[in-house]
């Protein structure tokens, strides 16, 4: 999936067809496509007649405290009714949704690497940070700047966090790696400066599997370095659609629930 988002961000015919609105069509694509599937798997994966019928039942239950307003009786045995009706429906729900929700999930990171994030852009002033174990390990800490970056303020020094800042800005665009020096090693962290649809980390991690499948896009630090993390702060991208912008996350499951509600109703699927 790596491979695909790179190579759709660098074909031109896809810039040219979709220019700034790329992240957009990404987003609608990758919608339709998913809620297509997780009523698939819904459909293969639930007890369909008793989804159906615990639905009917609800309905019911809802008719009978219209119907019956004047007979408080039969009002509170059908809200008792009502409250047994929808927890028997969340427990057949259930099921379906453990078979999406992980698979869901990873996917999810791997996309918001392209379009949660923005690159830098050219003299934009952005911050460093590196944390490392110890307050000897900070003291020690160098930088290392490629070509095409400079420092734009004396470095920061925080004892409490045992982190050392530094404000940087870049001269063109590109794809750097930065390094930070310590006790005669060097750790490498990528900086994407530019426009385009770039596969970002904001943060490189040492150890800490999950972690580092959740925050992170790059190899590990070493488990024997002085060095926790190095990180920088890359600018939220948002996506327009009908020109109302939003988080790329907040779009995809308005889409998604659109499409899936159609695909159930084509399909006959009982959701």
Request: with cysteine.
């Amino acid at each position: 999936m790596n491979l695909a988002f790179t190579h759709l961000a660098q074909c031109p015919a896809a810039l040219g067809i979709f220019g700034y609105n790329l992240p957009a069509a990404i987003v609608l694509v990758v919608s339709i496509v998913i809620g297509y599937l997780m009523v698939i798997v819904f459909g293969y994966t639930s007890d369909q007649k008793a989804i159906k019928h615990a639905k009917d039942q609800l309905k019911a239950h809802l008719l009978a405290v219209r119907l019956f307003q004047d007979q408080l009786g039969v009002v509170i045995r059908s809200y008792g009714g009502i409250l047994r009706g929808t927890g028997r429906y969340l427990l057949l729900a259930f099921k379906p949704l453990l078979f999406v929700i992980i698979p869901l999930t990873f996917l999810m990171i791997q996309i918001d690497r392209y379009l949660g994030s923005k690159p830098l852009e050219v003299s934009q002033q952005f911050l460093l940070k590196a944390r490392t174990a110890n307050e000897e390990a900070m003291n020690s800490l160098t930088l290392e700047l490629p070509g095409g970056l400079q420092a734009t303020a004396p470095p920061v020094h925080s004892v409490t966090g045992n982190e050392v800042i530094w404000r940087l800005a870049a001269e063109k665009d590109g794809n750097y790696e930065i390094g930070v020096q310590s006790g005669g090693q060097t750790y490498k962290k990528k900086i994407v400066v530019g426009g385009g649809l770039e596969r970002l980390s904001a943060i490189r991690l040492r150890g800490d599997f999950w972690q580092r499948m959740l925050y992170s896009a790059e190899p590990a630090l070493p488990a024997s370095s002085p060095v926790q993390s190095i990180e920088v702060k890359y600018p939220p991208r948002e996506v327009s659609f009908a020109a109302i912008a939003s988080n790329w996350i907040v779009a995809f499951f308005l889409l998604s629930l659109v499409a899936g509600f159609i695909f159930k109703s084509a399909l006959g699927i009982e959701i």
